[in-house]
């Protein structure tokens, strides 16, 4: 088993002849802890400093044989597009009130699905579509903001 304690840089020099993906969606790259499988069948323990998300494209272990990469896993999303700037903004009030992620897309307003939620977005009456996307949510700038109720 390859243990990943931290992201690899990229290294002057090193081109491995292999690569293999490992392919995750916005859950399973939030979590810095987890065993995970490569589509080559490699074995990765996940160790990462707390915190840590992992994005498409992160490099989790390269060797002279291969190097081990990080790719988005297409899930339901709704994408909403809304005209108005209060429908936008009511909107994201709305999503971060229920604590859910969020994403933007060329003006559209991207968060991953749950029946709940749909629940949610319907009875408030935005119009919405679900479609198969790879959802990266909006990076956080900061770790030091706490929020509890």
């Not at 987890?34 to 490099?59: F, M, N, W, Y």
């Not at 307003?109 to 990266?136: H, S």
């Amino acid at each position: 088993m390859i243990i990943v304690e931290e992201i690899v840089t990229p290294q002057e020099g090193l081109s491995p002849s292999k690569r293999d993906l490992v392919r995750l969606d916005w859950e399973a790259r939030q979590k810095c802890r987890q065993r995970l499988k490569t589509e080559a069948g490699r074995e990765l323990g996940i160790a990462l400093p707390t915190g840590t998300r992992l994005s498409p494209g992160d490099v989790l272990y390269r060797d002279a044989d291969v190097e081990i990469v990080v790719e988005g896993e297409p899930e339901k999303v709704f994408v909403l597009h809304l005209e108005k700037r209060e429908a936008f903004g009511l909107a994201c009030y709305q999503i971060g009130n229920l604590h859910r992620p969020i994403g933007f897309d060329d003006g559209a307003i991207l968060v991953p699905y749950e029946p709940v939620l749909e629940k949610q977005l319907t009875r408030l009456g935005f119009a919405y579509t679900v479609e198969e996307r790879i959802f990266t949510g909006v990076p956080q700038q900061s770790q030091s903001h706490v929020h509890v109720h």
